[in-house]
């Protein structure tokens, strides 16, 4: 109970969102604005409209655009996603405002990656709280809520349409660096997003399942499930031991499995999603 309500704690999420924001922001200014690159979401939508009218500024021109969307997330999902929502965008768009430099790299390619790498990164760390960076992220999440469509590929709609209007109205180059750019904010967010959620799922095939799943209650302190399985070559009845484990408990995982049993079979794999007791919980927006 204690982790839920540290999870959900003002604090927590305020502290998570300052964080990302900050860097979010300062990639875009620093690194993408020098090159006129177009970021996704409304975001790159706003950066569009002042490259090309030079009417007011991106940050702003960001916060007007979201109005809409955030009425539409207060009735649509809730609250509090959208108060932290608002504080994300606001704060972004002030940061952005205010930065003032550039980070000196001229190489087009380069500054794609580098402000790939660094919005992904912070635009990561807002979504690790229960708000988000507003824009086309408050419609994902509510398509994603609503009718199970994935978050990217709401995502991937939204930009291939901006990126079609950008290429009528842009050198090419900056399109496809601006899609390159894009294309590695998606990786990683979804890599910081996993970064302290990966768990692996285990399957041990072993005549000495029972003794396994004892060490493992007993040096893991973690639980075991052992299932039923039938030998398609043998015709003989064998247990499947299923656990879940995260990555550093693996090599030790390991060395119970073959130390008990030299003949198990030790199956491994990736996992992102485990929702339970002693790891996730459901994020209720």
Known sequence: MRN???FY???WNLLLITAGSCIFAVSLKSLATPQQFVPGGVFGFASLIYYKTGWL???TLNLLLNIPIFLFGYFKISKRFVLYSLYATVLTSVLFSLTNFTIPI?????????????SGFGAGIVL?????????DIVSIHLMQKY???VGKTSFAYNLVLYLITATYMNPDVVVASIIMVFITSATVEYTLSLFNQRKVVFIISQDAEA?????MKEL?????????????????RNVLMSVINNIQLKKLEEIVFTTDPNALFIVENTFSVIGTGFGQRKRY
């Open 221 to 237: 302190h973690r639980g075991a499930t052992i299932l039923k399985g039938y030998g398609a070559y043998t015709r003989t009845e």
């Open 128 to 136: 690790r709280s229960v708000g988000s960076n507003g824009g086309m």
């Open 148 to 150: 199970n469509i994935g």
């Open 106 to 118: 001229h190489n087009q390619l380069y500054a794609a990656v580098a402000a790939g790498a660094l």
């Open 57 to 59: 500024d991106t940050g």
């Open 212 to 216: 396994i799943s004892n060490r493992i």
């Open 4 to 6: 839920r309500d540290f």
């Open 9 to 11: 704690s003002v604090v």
